[in-house]
């Protein structure tokens, strides 16, 4: 067995992961592969949080606005990019560290993706048409009555995730839930997740702090600047579609701003959600000091080399 860690930082948004990044990659000389789908594309900067630029120079990061909202980027891209890189950098040290907020791309490192059938072009165009035709709740509803138990764990508010599974759902007349976590491939690292927790009040006032520090910092100016792209699915995302109601003439600014801190909120608990499932994780509070997560991330590290000698 592989002597190699991955340690993955996990925690709903807002909650301080790049700062735990941060410190463990100081801490073991290591550097950080971000899996938070939103801070891969170069053209959103303040919507999605990404790392400062002292937080970047801090230690090496990879993942980061390296892509274009242009350009198209799959989970499964992602996947075999991220194995090649962790592969290059296991060859020059014992732990790497992965921070993310995008459960999906987190597991499909850890653990490979799930195989799918292969779906027919017309149903993904059928679900389109209703997607346009009759919005956002209606495929939420066929969702829910197909496969309850993906509906409460999928990102409700983003039309991609939900088409993906519906197709799936229609073509094998079986739920989307049940091709996952079938037979994975065997990693060549062990990983190591740790979880940041904060009481649900807590949270939801990071939250709503960091909403009004991207609109201070120009969430709107970006927003516009992408407001004629709307229609790419990297823009499918909260703290955009909000802005582009309000620019479109939907809603007033006040009213789109409550809804990005609400559906942030939403995001938020069902991040959690996803990460309930995983019973493997070292969680710590937000607040713990780092003197204290350094050593208790030490001694589960000592634990899983035990585990293997």
């Known amino acids: ?29 290591s550097e950080i592969v971000s899996a938070d789908s939103r801070q891969f594309f170069k053209e959103m900067e303040i919507g999605t949080a990404v790392p400062s630029s002292e937080e970047l120079k801090a230690v090496p990061h990879h993942f ?18 991220t194995i090649a890189l962790l592969n290059a950098l296991f060859q020059k040290m014992d732990v790497a560290i992965m921070v993310g907020g995008s459960g999906l791309y987190v597991d499909a490192v850890v653990s490979g993706l799930d195989e ?8 993904r165009e059928s679900l389109n048409e209703r997607l346009e035709k009759e919005g956002l709740k209606s495929l939420q509803d066929e969702l829910k009555k197909r496969d309850p138990a993906y509906y409460h764990i999928v ?9 993906r599974a519906l197709e799936v759902c229609i073509t094998a007349n079986k739920p989307y839930s049940s091709f996952l976590n079938q037979n994975k491939p065997q990693r060549a690292f062990k990983t190591l997740y740790v979880g940041i927790e904060a009481p649900r009040e807590t949270i939801y006032e990071r939250i709503n702090t960091r909403v009004d520090l991207m609109m201070e910092a120009g969430l709107l100016e970006e927003a516009k600047k992408l407001h004629p792209h709307k229609h790419l699915n ?18 007033s600014l006040e009213i789109a701003v409550s ?10 608990k069902r991040q959690l959600t996803w990460l309930r499932k995983n019973e493997n994780i070292l969680w710590v509070n937000h607040d713990t000091k780092p003197t204290d997560i350094l050593t208790a991330v030490s001694d589960q590290l000592k634990i899983l080399h035990h585990d293997q000698d």
Not at 116 to 123: G, H, L, N, Q, S
Not at 234 to 251: N, S, W
């Open 155 to 163: 990102d409700l508010e983003n039309p991609h995730r939900l088409i």
């Open 116 to 123: 799918f059938p292969d779906v027919d072009p017309k149903t």
């Open 1 to 29: 067995m592989s002597s190699k860690v991955l340690i993955a930082v996990v925690g709903p948004t807002a909650i301080g992961k790049t700062a735990l990044g941060i410190l463990l990659a100081k801490h073991f000389k």
């Open 259 to 268: 809804e990005i801190k609400k559906n942030t909120r939403r995001f938020a």
């Open 64 to 81: 980061i606005q390296h892509k274009s909202i242009f350009e198209p980027y799959s989970v499964g891209d992602f996947e075999k990019e």
């Open 234 to 251: 990297a823009l499918q995302t909260v703290g955009y579609k909000e802005l582009f109601e309000y620019l479109d003439g939907h809603c």
